[in-house]
């Protein structure tokens, strides 16, 4: 994923200092060091994906906001080399400090993560 631009430590400047990065069966992570952490681990997890996030919902309050996104991901998860489908979304906080948004809390909501060979019907999940 790094031949593809990913960047961890950019990716980690979009959340706040306290913010916290829930993935459910990925994983809970509190602090902007933990998510960096988190992040720069991601190509040892998934050494293909591509996130479709769509249908951006946002409310904002102030210096505050909440939104919900859709995700569609197709990927490959590192071990076994599997080709997987996920479907899934975010729940997510933001906060503006110092005239930027930044995350605040980020809840990823599985839908389904499928072996793409099985399909979401015959096998819903392959992180539980």
């Given amino acids: 994923m790094r031949d593809a631009g990913y960047d961890s ?3 980690a400047g979009l959340f706040t200092e306290d913010a916290v990065w829930d993935g459910g069966s990925f994983g809970r992570f509190e ?3 933990a998510i960096r952490n ?3 681990g991601i190509p040892k997890l998934l ?6 996030v769509m249908n951006p919902l946002i409310e904002v309050s102030g210096e505050h906001a909440t939104g919900r996104w859709y995700l569609l991901e197709s990927c490959i998860f ?3 080399s599997r080709a997987v489908w996920g479907a899934a979304h975010y729940e ?8 930027e948004w930044k995350f605040r809390k980020v809840k990823l909501i599985l ?3 499928t072996p793409f060979e099985q399909g979401w019907a015959k096998k819903r ?4």
């Fill in 78 to 80: 590192a071990e076994g």
């Fill in 47 to 52: 050494c293909f994906a591509v996130h479709y």
């Fill in 9 to 11: 430590d950019g990716l």
């Fill in 31 to 33: 602090g902007r060091e």
């Fill in 38 to 40: 988190f992040f720069r």
């Fill in 125 to 128: 999940s392959v992180v539980d």
């Fill in 92 to 99: 997510d906080g933001y906060a503006k400090l110092s005239g």
């Fill in 111 to 113: 839908v389904f993560w």
